[in-house]
């Protein structure tokens, strides 16, 4: 399927490895010309290298998405997008009894203000030009608590609320919003939630991998790479009609009929 996207403009935050990588990935065989961000200069500049073998511009721009400077850059970068992908790496597993004022706040600011400034600056210019897409990369914790991430999912929980009211405010210009949620997918960050769920159950870790994995009806961990599919069609002409909506990848985790 054509997606319609060849030589559209993309910023996808926190891009350089794992669900934001595969976002670009995706995007970038669609022909969507990139800007790129992470924290590790080399990391960042190695997933340069490959997205451009797809044929398309990269840029990339180094720092803390939650970072203004960053942002400016990502602006500056590409001043009107027509994709944004928002992405940020969340708060360290912690016992929220551990938590300080600072660190909740600061656990707001990457996962929910973070997000808000950049629609703020990008959302008018999408709805002027009558084409926008911005997904954000929440978590499947935003319906199913997941012990030691609470800040996590608390500010992904908030990001949401606040958008939904606003997704539909500029649909009819052809601007979505979406979020997907994702579940256990195969990156560093789950790697982490496995360590800390070994280790307050006393076990060892491939033990508990085991234990996650047979808990998911699909039996076996998502990709970055169907996640960045999945965010590539929310991103494409096709899916205009879909908005304000919390897309699960979780392999049949979260057992609703609705």
Same mark, same amino acid.
């Given at each position: 399927?054509?997606?319609?996207? /060849?030589? /559209?403009?993309?910023?996808?935050?926190?891009?350089?490895?794992?669900?934001?990588?595969?976002?670009?990935?995706?995007?970038?065989?669609? =022909?969507?010309?990139?800007?790129?961000?992470?924290?590790?200069?080399?990391?960042?500049?190695?997933?340069?290298?490959?997205?451009?073998?797809?044929?398309?511009?990269?840029?990339?721009?180094?720092?803390?998405?939650?970072?203004?400077?960053?942002?400016?850059?990502?602006?500056?970068?590409?001043?009107?997008?027509?994709?944004?992908?928002?992405?940020?790496?969340?708060?360290?597993?912690?016992?929220?009894?551990?938590?300080?004022?600072?660190?909740?706040?600061?656990?707001?600011?990457?996962?929910?203000?973070?997000?808000?400034?950049?629609?703020?600056?990008?959302?008018?210019?999408?709805?002027?030009?009558?084409?926008?897409?911005?997904?954000?990369?929440?978590?499947?914790?935003?319906?199913?608590?997941?012990?030691?991430?609470?800040?996590?999912?608390?500010?992904?929980?908030?990001? %949401?609320?606040?958008?939904?009211?606003?997704?539909?405010?500029?649909?009819?210009?052809?601007?979505?919003?979406?979020?997907?949620?994702?579940?256990?997918?195969? %990156?560093?960050?789950?790697?982490? %939630?496995?360590?800390?769920?070994?280790?307050?159950?006393?076990?060892?870790?491939?033990?508990?991998?085991?234990?996650?994995?047979?808990?998911?009806?699909?039996?076996?961990?998502? %990709?970055?790479?169907?996640?960045?599919?999945?965010?590539?069609?929310?991103?494409?002409?096709?899916?205009?009609?879909?908005? =304000?909506?919390?897309?699960?990848?979780?392999?049949?985790?979260?057992?609703?009929?609705?």
């Amino acid at each position: 399927m054509d997606l319609g996207l /060849k030589d /559209k403009s993309a910023i996808v935050c926190a891009s350089s490895r794992g669900l934001g990588r595969g976002c670009a990935e995706a995007l970038a065989r669609e =022909g969507v010309n990139l800007v790129i961000n992470g924290r590790n200069e080399q990391a960042t500049e190695k997933t340069a290298e490959d997205l451009r073998a797809h044929g398309v511009t990269v840029d990339i721009v180094l720092g803390s998405v939650s970072d203004h400077a960053t942002q400016d850059a990502l602006l500056e970068a590409c001043p009107q997008p027509d994709i944004l992908v928002n992405n940020n790496g969340g708060p360290a597993l912690r016992d929220f009894r551990e938590l300080d004022r600072d660190a909740l706040l600061d656990g707001v600011t990457q996962n929910m203000v973070t997000p808000i400034e950049l629609i703020q600056r990008t959302i008018d210019g999408m709805a002027d030009r009558g084409f926008g897409r911005i997904v954000n990369i929440t978590s499947l914790s935003v319906y199913q608590p997941i012990l030691g991430l609470d800040l996590s999912s608390g500010a992904r929980a908030g990001l %949401t609320t606040f958008l939904a009211g606003i997704a539909r405010s500029v649909a009819g210009s052809n601007v979505t919003i979406n979020n997907i949620l994702p579940g256990k997918i195969d %990156t560093d960050r789950i790697r982490q %939630t496995m360590v800390y769920a070994a280790d307050k159950r006393g076990v060892e870790f491939d033990d508990e991998k085991a234990r996650q994995i047979g808990a998911i009806p699909a039996g076996r961990l998502g %990709t970055p790479e169907e996640f960045g599919a999945t965010c590539a069609f929310l991103c494409s002409t096709h899916a205009g009609y879909i908005t =304000g909506q919390n897309i699960r990848l979780d392999g049949g985790v979260y057992q609703s009929a609705f």
